[in-house]
């Protein structure tokens, strides 16, 4: 990258004039969260800065948003950056002066900092057009939360058919990092996900009785542990596997009574898309063995999630190496592999990607709640950090 390119750029993350712009914007989308696929205000909203900023764009998926801004010889490279506009069903628990102004909604993940990230790269990214050669395509995604994922939709809507598409980026908020750092992963990063339903149908009674009852608390009990066998005794210990089931419930039932109907809710995640399969086949055969030696009804619904994340290891490797004309080596961190999930991963089985992460934690402060959580929050060192990252990483993938 030029000098030039790397003067403006650490100017414009390093100007709290700027800082405070973006910051606000995130402040604004966070008192306004909404939840997947009905990010209506908020698209307004992003909508409104990217006119501001003079920037074509057009709404793709209902609530997305892809914009162009393109730079000399704009059909020789194009550069895809994806940032989300949902939050989360959470009631948010911080004392914040910008909380959530709608109950039960919050952005427990970062994507109200994500997308105040991404406006404001594009601004600067904007004032460079006429010094860079290509295309950078911005994404503003609805739905990375809930199935079947926003980005499998904008895909099938074509947002990945652009001339000479190179590669897409897309960055994350990590709690666990310091604010200050940033975190690579280069191949396989985050799991693939599928959601498990169960019901087991049986025959109620009376607790003293069982012989007179199909007892489903028996049945589901058989159905959990003999499931984590398939993790057990079939999974290749070298592929990461993650079988769990956060929930049981029988509809009745009491210290002597024996329902008729107990529900399973649970989640599957791994690495590899052979053995997701597989593993699916299992669980299949699992509940008819059960059904057919209990002769009870065992409804099984396995939901497809997202498939596993894979960066790119020639391209995360050029983004590290330009991290480091930014930003101290003790800064830059490698990652472990990460058993959580992202739509992000959509984008990444079609087109070379790197998904990587920017520390937005405070242990002094008492910034250490992760993604999720209600009391999850941001230290302010990490919007000059982002912007910095993510403007000149886009910039040095054009300029190879």
Not at 128 to 143: N, W
Not at 197 to 223: L, N, R
Not at 290 to 304: A, G, T
Not at 360 to 368: L, T
Request: with cysteine; charged share 20%.
């Amino acid at each position: 990258m030029s000098n030039n390119f790397q003067n403006q750029i650490e100017a414009f993350s390093n100007n709290a004039a700027v800082i405070d712009k973006y910051k606000s914007i995130r402040e604004h989308i966070h008192q306004h969260p909404e939840l997947s696929f009905l990010e209506e205000e908020t698209s307004s909203y992003v909508q409104s800065k990217l006119k501001e900023l003079n920037i074509d764009f057009q709404v793709i998926g209902k609530t997305g948003i892809q914009a162009w801004i393109k730079g000399k010889n704009s059909s020789l490279k194009t550069i895809i950056v994806r940032a989300e506009l949902d939050a989360l069903p959470i009631l948010e628990e911080t004392e914040s002066s910008f909380k959530s102004q709608n109950d039960g909604i919050m952005h427990a993940c970062g994507h109200d900092f994500h997308t105040s990230i991404l406006l404001g790269c594009a601004d600067i990214w904007n004032q460079l057009k006429d010094e860079f050669h290509g295309t950078i395509k911005l994404v503003f995604q609805p739905g990375e939360e809930k199935l079947p994922g926003g980005a499998s939709i904008l895909i099938k809507e074509g947002v990945l058919n652009e001339p000479n598409l190179d590669a897409i980026i897309g960055i994350h908020v990590l709690p666990e990092l310091e604010a200050g750092k940033i975190g690579f992963k280069k191949g396989q990063y985050m799991a693939s996900t599928d959601e498990i339903f169960i019901k087991v149908v049986g025959k109620g009674g009376h607790g003293a009785m069982p012989h007179h009852t199909i007892d489903p608390i028996i049945i589901s009990a058989q159905f959990i542990l003999q499931a984590q066998q398939i993790v057990s005794r079939f999974a290749n210990p070298i592929v990461p596997t993650v079988l769990t089931f956060g929930k049981i419930e029988s509809q009745g039932g009491a210290t002597n009574v024996i329902p008729s109907i107990v529900e399973i809710q649970g989640t599957f995640r791994t690495y590899n898309e052979g053995w997701r399969q597989k593993v699916h086949h299992h669980l299949e055969v699992l509940a008819k063995s059960l059904s057919d030696f209990y002769e009870c009804q065992i409804e099984l619904n396995i939901v497809i999630g997202y498939p596993f994340l894979n960066n790119d290891e020639k391209l995360t490797q050029v983004l590290i190496d330009n991290s480091k004309n930014y930003f101290q080596a003790d800064d830059i961190v490698s990652l472990d592999m990460r058993p959580t999930a992202d739509d992000f991963a959509f984008y990444s089985q079609h087109k070379k990607s790197c998904f990587y992460r920017i520390g937005v934690g405070n242990k002094a402060k008492g910034i250490v709640y992760g993604v999720h959580h209600p009391k999850f929050a941001i230290d302010d060192a990490a919007y000059s950090v982002a912007i910095k990252s993510l403007a000149s990483n886009v910039i040095c993938l054009l300029d190879k």
